[in-house]
T-cell receptor, first 115, second 109 residues
C-alpha cells in the first residue's frame, strides 16, 4: 500500500556537504511538492513540479534545488548544507490541476540534521 | 500578509467531543483542508470545504464560514488514537496552500 516513499528517514550531514533527498510516488500523480516542517510553523513550500522537467519555486527556495527527470521521482538537493536547514522534509504528490480540490498524499518524511 | 491561526494545543477526554478552530486571512480563497498528523508520521487528509456549511464524515465534521474566515474541525466520541496534530490549510488565489502551525490534540483516559 506504499504510495509516496522518501528514501531516507534520518540523515546526519556536515555543514557544506551536498545532500540529496529522494521521493518516489507510485500513483501516477502529475504534481509533486517538497515542504519543510519546523516546530511552531506551518508547512513551508520549497519547490513544486506539475510535470516532468518542470519546476516552480515555492515560498523558501533559497539554498535548495530540485530535479524531476521522471514523473514518479522528485529529488530535493541541498548544494551546500547549512545548520539552518536542519528540519523535517516532507514530500507530497497530488493528482489533477492545482486549481482543484487536490488532496496531497505525503511521504513519511526525512529528518535532516546538519552539524 | 497571509495568516492561518489555530490553537497550539488542546486536551480532551476519551469519549468526549472537541472542536478545533482555524481562522484565516489569505489573498483569495479556493478551499480549506484539514489534515491529521500522528507524531513521526505523514499528514493524512481528513476533509475539504469550499462552500459554507458543515461536511460530516463519520466521527469527524468540518465547518466553513467564508465570510468570517473561519473553520472548525469537530471530533466526536474521541478515541485515544485521535491523539495527533491537526493541520488547517487554505488554498489561496494562486492555488497555493497556506498552512497553519497545527493543533496538538492530547486525549486523556
Amino acid at each position: 500500500d506504499v504510495k509516496v516513499t522518501q528514501s531516507s528517514r534520518y540523515l546526519v550531514k556536515r555543514t557544506g556537504e551536498k545532500v540529496f533527498l529522494e521521493c518516489v510516488q507510485d500513483m501516477d500523480h502529475e504534481n509533486m511538492f517538497w515542504y519543510r516542517q519546523d516546530p511552531g510553523l506551518g508547512l513551508r513550500l520549497i519547490y513544486f513540479s506539475y510535470d516532468v522537467k518542470m519546476k516552480e519555486k515555492g515560498d523558501i527556495p533559497e539554498g535548495y534545488s530540485v530535479s524531476r527527470e521522471k514523473k514518479e521521482r522528485f529529488s530535493l538537493i541541498l548544494e551546500s548544507a547549512s545548520t539552518n536547514q536542519t528540519s523535517m522534509y516532507l514530500c507530497a504528490s497530488s493528482l489533477g490541476q492545482l486549481s482543484g480540490a487536490n488532496v496531497l498524499t505525503f511521504g513519511a518524511g526525512s529528518r535532516l540534521t546538519v552539524l | 500578509g497571509q495568516n492561518i491561526d489555530q490553537p497550539t494545543e488542546m486536551t480532551a477526554t476519551e469519549g468526549a467531543i472537541v472542536q478545533i478552530n482555524c481562522t484565516y486571512q489569505t489573498s483569495g480563497f479556493n478551499g480549506l483542508f484539514w489534515y491529521q498528523q500522528h507524531a513521526g508520521e505523514a499528514p493524512t487528509f481528513l476533509s475539504y470545504n469550499v462552500l459554507d456549511g458543515l461536511e460530516e464524515k463519520g466521527r469527524f465534521s468540518s465547518f466553513l464560514s467564508r465570510s468570517k474566515g473561519y473553520s472548525y474541525l469537530l471530533l466526536k466520541e474521541l478515541q485515544m488514537k485521535d491523539s495527533a496534530s491537526y493541520l488547517c490549510a487554505v488554498k489561496d488565489s494562486n492555488y497555493q496552500l497556506i498552512w497553519g502551525a497545527g493543533t496538538k490534540l492530547i486525549i486523556k483516559p
